[in-house]
Nanobody, 121 residues
Framework: QVQLVESGGGLVQAGGSLRLSCVAS????????MGWYRQVPGKQRELVAI???????NYADSVKGRFTISRDNAKNTVYLQMNGLKPEDTAVYYC???????????????WGQGTQVTVSS
């Protein structure tokens, strides 16, 4: 079994910063991508940032220049550094990873449990 565990959410004032972390554990052969999505009630989950092995990073236009995604391959961990936070960044943030559990099996998508980020004005 594979688990993704997030940490680092919380309440912050507009203009502040938070750093989210997500650790993948379990039976992992390779991690092909790790990223962050967010969701507010009544809306679809949206991509915030993703880092793809061998292909670089991609960001939502709304966070470019403010958020930075990074990954520590040795620790199977992905980070999201969020600076210049705005009230519209308020959401539940979910870690996502595309993981292969063996050489013979294809990759599967896994999700964390979500962490709340609230930005007050």
């Amino acid at each position: 079994q594979v688990q993704l565990v997030e940490s680092g959410g919380g309440l912050v004032q507009a203009g502040g910063s938070l750093r989210l972390s997500c650790v993948a554990s379990g039976s992992i052969f390779s991690i092909n991508a790790m990223g962050w999505y967010r969701q507010v009630p009544g809306k679809q989950r949206e991509l915030v940032a993703i880092i793809i092995s061998g292909a670089g990073t991609n960001y939502a236009d709304s966070v470019k220049g403010r958020f930075t995604i990074s990954r520590d391959n040795a620790k199977n961990t992905v980070y999201l550094q969020m600076n210049g936070l705005k009230p519209e960044d308020t959401a539940v943030y979910y870690c996502n990873a595309r993981i292969a559990v063996s050489r013979l099996m294809g990759e599967y998508m896994y999700w964390g449990q979500g962490t709340q980020v609230t930005v007050s004005s």
